[in-house]
C-alpha cells in the first residue's frame, strides 16, 4: 500500500490539493510518496516540465518536508491510520494499531455507559471486546485525533521511523 498525497497544479503553476473549482483535466497531478519521500507523476515524458515538478516538489515541501511539517500534517487528520502505522518502524506497526483499536474501544464504551443506546434493545456492544463504528462516528473526530497524538508520540523519535524519515 503506497502512502501518498496529491496535488493539482494548473497552466499558470497554482497549486491546489482538491481541485473542485475547476476540471481536472486543466491540471496536472502529482503525488508525493511518503514511504519514500519523493514526488511522482505519471505523465508521459512529453508532458514533463521541469517547472511544474519543481512547483510540486516546493508545495510537498512545504506540506511534509520535515518530520516535524509532517507531524502537524497528521494533527489535521489527513492521513488514516494505517497510513500512519506504515512511517512508523515494523516492529512499532502492530502496537500503534493495537493502540488505536483501544482508543475506539474506549469510545465503545463511553458510549454505551451514556445509557442512550443506538438501539431500541441497548447497546449491542456491551460486554464484548467489539468496537461500534456509530461511538467511533459520535466521538466527533477526538479517536483519529487520539491516535495520531499516540503516533506522534512514538514517531517524535527518529529510531521509531522508517529509514528515509530518519533524517
Avoid: H
Amino acid at each position: 500500500m503506497a502512502v501518498t498525497i496529491s496535488c493539482f497544479i494548473t497552466m499558470d503553476y497554482q497549486v491546489f490539493t482538491d481541485p473542485t473549482e475547476m476540471d481536472k483535466s486543466q491540471c496536472r497531478k502529482y503525488e508525493f510518496d511518503l514511504e519514500s519521500r519523493l514526488t511522482i507523476n505519471n505523465l508521459n515524458s512529453s508532458q514533463r516540465t521541469v517547472v511544474f515538478f519543481l512547483a510540486a516538489q516546493d508545495f510537498f515541501d512545504r506540506l511534509v518536508g520535515t518530520p516535524e511539517k509532517l507531524m502537524e500534517f497528521a494533527k489535521r487528520g489527513q492521513l488514516s491510520k494505517a497510513s500512519l502505522g506504515a512511517l512508523l518502524e515494523p516492529r512499532l506497526r502492530k502496537l500503534f494499531l493495537k493502540v488505536c483499536a483501544d482508543l475506539e474501544k474506549l469510545a465503545t464504551e463511553r458510549c454505551g455507559a451514556k445509557r442512550d443506546p443506538c438501539l431500541e434493545d441497548g447497546c449491542a456492544f456491551t460486554e464484548t471486546d467489539e468496537t461500534c463504528l456509530n461511538a467511533v462516528l459520535i466521538s466527533e473526530g477526538k479517536c483519529l485525533e487520539d491516535c495520531v497524538d499516540a503516533w506522534i508520540g512514538v514517531f517524535q523519535y527518529p529510531k521509531n521511523r522508517i529509514e528515509v524519515w530518519r533524517k
